[in-house]
């Protein structure tokens, strides 16, 4: 076993580790979780057949591990960048959902005779579906 081989499957472990814990911390879909376990199989079939590998690194004038490290960096680096995507995604769900909660509780107000809003707007900073730190 080569030493690329040794990073590689410790890439692809961690990956696979990663994906696991995302999907029970609910961050991650199961289709999520399929996805990226099978592409993380599929990096590391395409390392077991190393010929394949070898010959277009030949027409191409690359060596394997040149090859290998290119593909596992893209590889960590789209899977990192998928993640911080529905991170982002969540927090915007929280942030819509915020606003909607604040415009809904200034437009009660405004229907009323208006001397209630601090009180609205209190109300709707304490509500448990604005989690503050969600937010941030």
Do not use: C
């Not at 999907?23 to 395409?46: C, G, H, N, P």
């Amino acid at each position: 076993m080569r030493p690329i081989d040794i990073v590689v499957v410790l890439l692809i472990v961690i990956i696979v580790i990663l994906s696991i814990r995302f999907y029970k911390k609910t961050q991650f879909r199961l289709l999520d979780l399929i996805l990226w376990v099978s592409i993380a199989f599929a990096v590391v079939s395409v390392f077991l057949f190393r010929e394949i590998i070898e010959l277009s690194g030949i027409l191409l004038g690359l060596t394997f591990p040149g090859i290998a490290l290119g593909l596992l960096v893209i590889y960590l680096v789209v899977f990192l960048i998928y993640f911080r995507i529905i991170e982002l995604h969540k927090k915007i769900v929280t942030l819509t959902r915020a606003q909607a909660l604040i415009k809904y509780n200034i437009d009660e107000t405004l229907k009323s005779d208006g001397s209630d809003l601090q009180e609205n707007v209190s109300k709707t900073l304490t509500l448990k579906d604005l989690d503050q730190e969600e937010i941030r």
